[in-house]
């Protein structure tokens, strides 16, 4: 499974960036999908999850300013960040679970919230 992210960049405080990320490959089936991050001097860390079936998982920090969506059929995910602050600055990384136990991560995209 490879992963391939794209839509970071640099944005306003306030202001609002969409990432999307696409899974290619043959032969498996992703059963959930997400977006991790990891900040200048820190570790990576959990944003968001999406399952197959739809069900959404936020971090605190980010509920009510991203949203998380799927697309099955096409296997791709996407992020919607709205309402950005300089803390949400990071390297953001797509993440999928392929089965029970294969997690995959894709090179990331950096989002930079700065005035």
């Known amino acids: 499974v490879q992963l391939q992210a794209s839509g970071g960049g640099l944005v306003q405080p306030g202001g609002s960036i969409r990432l999307s990320c696409v899974a290619s490959?043959?032969?498996?089936?992703?059963?959930?999908m997400g977006w991790y991050r990891q900040a200048p001097g820190k570790q990576r860390s959990l944003v968001a999850t999406?399952?197959?079936?739809?069900?959404?998982n936020y971090i605190d920090s980010v509920k009510d300013r991203f949203t998380i969506s799927r697309d099955n059929a096409k296997s791709t995910v996407a992020l919607q960040m709205n309402s950005l602050k300089p803390e949400d600055t990071a390297v953001y990384s797509c993440w999928a679970l392929v089965g029970l136990t294969y997690n995959y991560w894709g090179r990331g995209t950096q989002v930079t919230v700065s005035s």
């Open positions: 490959g043959s032969g498996f089936t992703i059963n959930a």
């Open positions: 999406i399952t197959s079936g739809g069900s959404t």
